[in-house]
């Protein structure tokens, strides 16, 4: 079974970080450019990150720049998100899936269960 699983969100306060891992199951990501994206109530799912297969390459949405970082270990068939001086406007289930460089856009529609994290005081 193909399985997408996002850990590493939670609660935390306006400046402070965290880690975020995608993990596949049942088939590698190792091939494919692997993106983050967001999703607050009310709101439109957004892209956020996404890096090739061979991490050369990555794009990132506007308001995250300089504040968040991608990177993937291909040997442990994950990608990573670091989020660091987060905002309450970063609050959002993160998911993670196959993206375009590009656009910044899903490119399979196949999504994980995502994971919550939320920026309050």
């Known amino acids: 079974q193909f399985q997408l699983v996002e850990s590493g969100g939670g609660l935390v306060q306006p400046g402070g970080s965290l880690r975020l891992s995608c993990a596949a199951s049942?088939?590698?990501?190792?091939?494919?450019?692997i993106g983050w994206f967001r999703q607050a109530p009310g709101k439109e799912r957004e892209g956020v990150s996404c890096?090739?297969?061979?991490?050369?390459?990555?794009t990132y949405l506007d308001s995250v720049k300089g504040r968040f970082t991608t990177s993937r270990d291909n040997a442990k068939n994950t990608v990573y998100l670091q989020m660091n001086s987060l905002k309450p406007e970063d609050t959002a289930r993160y998911y993670c899936a196959v993206c375009d460089l590009k656009t910044l856009e899903d490119v399979y529609n196949y999504w994980g269960q995502g994971t919550q994290v939320t920026v309050s005081s």
């Open positions: 049942g088939w590698t990501l190792n091939y494919y450019p």
């Open positions: 890096i090739s297969s061979s991490s050369i390459e990555t």
